[in-house]
């Protein structure tokens, strides 16, 4: 069957606007609107119909530019409106780029059924396609900003059913390393143990087990820059709330939930997170990133340097070459006994790098252990009754436990 043919017979089914038409068309030939193909074969049709004395089809023609199109009910003669109504809902939102969708109303969706039945075409688009590329360019126009089809910052939908717009703002990612400088502080909120967060006596009706987390000292200026709703914080691991992490620090990337504004000046939020956590946390090297380096980070299994400080009770030799022991021995790790009940009770292998003397007392010692993440650096010392070996303790053949630990560097 000819283009010709096929239009014919979709005229047929009743009155059809330009762009109905030539979207059944939508596949052939390029740089073209819809419009514009229904347009160029409504006019062959009418040239041929006047040649062959065909008044049937001349009326046909004539009514189907006249009534309305029974396929998108003139949707198409409100694509200024839909564009403007689009970029009054944007205006609260700082972006530079955006995508329009639509939800299409089960009566369209039905009428575009019927149609691509009864002309059996493939070379059809469907009619949100058209409607969004049509709405999204009047917005381009209006706003100076692009479409973007793979990873926009806000989605505007087109409610057709309802008459509105709908916005899907997407997040806003910040990427930065964070040192914790005092102890007792857990990356994120930890909900009471007893109530489960809801509020009773032994939290003092906070909900929580402490008052403070790193991410809840980020959250409310982020909040407060970005104007946004609520924010997510994915750190690369974490380390014991009784630890501090030092060095250049932790990477981490925070997320701001459905944000108004997106220019934020990231050394004036540094500055005020610094500032007001006064020497609780720093965070350093805030920069934007792509959502996809959250994955990136929660995958990441770097390699880290901890300084601790252990009680013991053996020599200074004696512990000096269990050092060295357990910097060229693989040591094996069952899941230690503080995190069983949440954890599952796993073997690992894991490397420590180096392991070194900084300084040794007749009681204490501080030691610095390179290794790789993952290692219980707690157990290598005390060897968890016999769950991690070797550990100093077996090595020495004496206790020995960390009584405290510092993060100097990750990665
Ligand atoms: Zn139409
Ligand atoms: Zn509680």
């Given at each position: 069957?000819?283009?010709?043919?096929?239009?014919?017979?979709?005229?047929?089914?009743?009155?059809?606007?330009?762009?109905?038409?030539?979207?059944?068309?939508?596949?052939?030939?390029?740089?073209?609107?819809?419009?514009?193909?229904?347009?160029?074969?409504?006019?062959?049709?009418?040239?041929?119909?006047?040649?062959?004395?065909?008044?049937?089809?001349?009326?046909?023609?004539?009514?189907?530019?006249?009534?309305?199109?029974w396929v998108c009910n003139d949707l198409f003669t409100h694509l200024d409106p839909w564009a403007q109504k689009v970029v009054i809902s944007l205006s609260d939102y700082e972006y530079d780029n955006f995508l329009v969708g639509t939800k299409v109303t089960g009566l369209l969706a039905?009428?575009?059924?019927?149609?691509?039945?009864?002309?059996?075409?493939?070379?059809?688009?469907?009619?949100?396609?058209?409607?969004?590329?049509?709405?999204?360019?009047?917005?381009?126009?209006?706003?100076?900003?692009?479409?973007?089809?793979?990873?926009?910052?806000?989605?505007?939908?087109?409610?057709?059913?309802?008459?509105?717009?709908?916005?899907?703002?997407?997040?806003?990612?910040?990427?930065?390393?964070?040192?914790?400088?005092?102890?007792?502080?857990?990356?994120?909120?930890?909900?009471?143990?007893?109530?489960?967060?809801?509020?009773?006596?032994?939290?003092?009706?906070?909900?929580?087990?402490?008052?403070?987390?790193?991410?809840?000292?980020?959250?409310?200026?982020?909040?407060?820059?970005?104007?946004?709703?609520?924010?997510?914080?994915?750190?690369?691991?974490?380390?014991?709330?009784?630890?501090?992490?030092?060095?250049?620090?932790?990477?981490?990337?925070?997320?701001?939930?459905?944000?108004?504004?997106?220019?934020?000046?990231?050394?004036?939020?540094?500055?005020?997170?610094?500032?007001?956590?006064?020497?609780?946390?720093?965070?350093?090297?805030?920069?934007?990133?792509?959502?996809?380096?959250?994955?990136?980070?929660?995958?990441?299994?770097?390699?880290?340097?901890?300084?601790?400080?252990?009680?013991?009770?053996?020599?200074?030799?004696?512990?000096?070459?269990?050092?060295?022991?357990?910097?060229?021995?693989?040591?094996?790790?069952?899941?230690?006994?503080?995190?069983?009940?949440?954890?599952?009770?796993?073997?690992?292998?894991?490397?420590?790098?180096?392991?070194?003397?900084?300084?040794?007392?007749?009681?204490?010692?501080?030691?610095?252990i390179n290794c790789e993440g993952g290692l219980y650096v707690k157990e290598l010392i005390s060897g968890d009754n016999g769950r991690t070996v070797p550990s100093i303790a077996s090595l020495t053949g004496s206790e020995a436990k960390v009584i405290e630990l510092e993060v100097i560097k990750v990665g």
């Amino acid at each position: 069957m000819t283009i010709l043919d096929t239009a014919r017979k979709i005229l047929h089914e009743g009155p059809i606007c330009d762009h109905c038409l030539g979207r059944q068309f939508a596949k052939l030939s390029t740089g073209l609107s819809n419009d514009r193909r229904g347009r160029a074969i409504k006019l062959v049709l009418a040239m041929q119909a006047s040649a062959d004395k065909d008044d049937e089809l001349l009326e046909t023609l004539k009514k189907s530019n006249e009534s309305k199109c029974w396929v998108c009910n003139d949707l198409f003669t409100h694509l200024d409106p839909w564009a403007q109504k689009v970029v009054i809902s944007l205006s609260d939102y700082e972006y530079d780029n955006f995508l329009v969708g639509t939800k299409v109303t089960g009566l369209l969706a039905e009428n575009e059924e019927i149609i691509w039945a009864e002309s059996a075409t493939t070379f059809a688009e469907p009619l949100k396609t058209e409607l969004n590329r049509e709405v999204g360019k009047r917005i381009e126009k209006l706003t100076g900003k692009k479409a973007n089809l793979k990873k926009p910052q806000i989605v505007a939908l087109l409610d057709l059913e309802n008459d509105k717009v709908e916005l899907e703002v997407n997040s806003l990612y910040i990427y930065g390393r964070y040192r914790k400088l005092i102890r007792g502080i857990p990356q994120t909120r930890w909900p009471c143990r007893e109530c489960g967060g809801s509020g009773c006596e032994r939290c003092g009706n906070t909900g929580r087990m402490y008052q403070e987390s790193v991410d809840e000292l980020i959250k409310p200026h982020l909040i407060a820059a970005a104007e946004c709703e609520d924010t997510a914080f994915h750190g690369a691991g974490r380390e014991d709330i009784d630890a501090l992490m030092l060095g250049d620090g932790r990477p981490f990337i925070v997320e701001a939930k459905k944000p108004h504004r997106r220019r934020i000046d990231l050394k004036d939020l540094e500055s005020e997170i610094n500032k007001v956590s006064n020497g609780k946390i720093e965070v350093v090297g805030l920069k934007f990133i792509e959502s996809e380096a959250v994955e990136q980070l929660k995958s990441m299994k770097a390699d880290k340097v901890y300084r601790l400080k252990i009680i013991h009770c053996t020599t200074e030799e004696k512990l000096k070459s269990s050092l060295d022991i357990i910097s060229q021995t693989p040591i094996k790790q069952n899941t230690p006994t503080r995190v069983l009940h949440r954890r599952a009770d796993l073997e690992r292998i894991r490397k420590v790098h180096s392991a070194d003397l900084e300084s040794f007392n007749e009681d204490t010692a501080v030691l610095n252990i390179n290794c790789e993440g993952g290692l219980y650096v707690k157990e290598l010392i005390s060897g968890d009754n016999g769950r991690t070996v070797p550990s100093i303790a077996s090595l020495t053949g004496s206790e020995a436990k960390v009584i405290e630990l510092e993060v100097i560097k990750v990665g």
